[in-house]
């Protein structure tokens, strides 16, 4: 069974501040890395799909690295607002034909 | 506007009582999927769509059944619902299988289910 880590479960920030979590998952075998953002009441939406070793994505105030040989990405908030305020999932893909393995997701609270 | 929709958003229904969950896609996208979110757990795959015709079971595919006659639809059937089935669904589509590659996945806005 794929075990994708995300940490921290969940995290409450003041606006302004800038923060970051963890996606753990598998290093073999890796084909990508998919971030999503999931507001209360809406679908999950892309924010990346990383795919090498060393990539950086980045939108607007959000940004990924990527680290398939140690097996983690990290998702950068810089200057966090009242609007980021949602569940960070990752989900991670291995080569072959299977499906997505998504984390549990980390909860952001943004407090104004 | 690309979107998969889906119906009913919000069911509350009883033990046994035959349901369907619609889902349907306007990107003409091959890939289609229905996950369920629970409490404490990351998205699950119940099933999974290649194309029209071609279904196959995800992670947790006991108590669920789809079909896939139209490329555009995935309908979600509960033939005989079980409180355990009580959860938020999503579906989900993509050019690609799962988002492979640099492709996504694009969800529904969920359909939250309650069994008594």
């Known amino acids: 069974i794929l075990n994708v880590e995300q940490s921290p479960q969940s995290l409450h920030v003041q606006e302004g501040d800038s923060t970051n979590f963890t996606c753990s998952f598998p290093s073999s075998n890796f084909y990508a890395l998919h971030w999503y953002r999931w507001e209360t009441a809406k679908s999950p939406e892309a924010l990346f799909v990383m795919t090498l070793n060393g990539d950086e994505k980045k939108k607007g105030r959000i940004s990924a690295t990527l680290n398939t040989k140690e097996g983690y990405s990290y998702l950068y908030i810089k200057g966090s607002q009242p609007e980021d305020s949602a569940t960070y999932l990752c989900a991670f893909l291995r080569s072959g034909n299977t499906p997505l393995v998504f984390g549990k997701g980390t909860r952001l609270s943004v407090i104004a | 506007e690309a979107q998969v929709t889906q119906n009913p958003r919000y069911l509350i229904t009883v033990t046994g009582k035959k349901l369907t969950v619609t889902c349907s896609q306007n990107?003409?996208?091959?890939?289609m999927s229905w996950y369920r979110q629970d409490p404490g757990l990351g998205l699950r795959q119940i099933y999974y769509?290649?194309?029209?015709?071609a279904t196959d079971k995800g992670d947790v595919p006991e108590g669920y059944k789809v079909s896939r006659k139209e490329k555009r639809n995935f309908p979600l059937i509960l033939e005989s619902p079980s409180p355990n089935q009580t959860s938020l669904y999503f579906c989900?589509?993509?050019?690609?299988?799962w988002g492979q590659g640099t492709d996504t996945q694009y969800f529904g806005p969920g359909t939250r289910l309650t069994v008594l």
């Open positions: 989900a589509s993509s050019l690609t299988p």
């Open positions: 990107m003409n996208h091959e890939y």
């Open positions: 769509s290649m194309n029209v015709e």
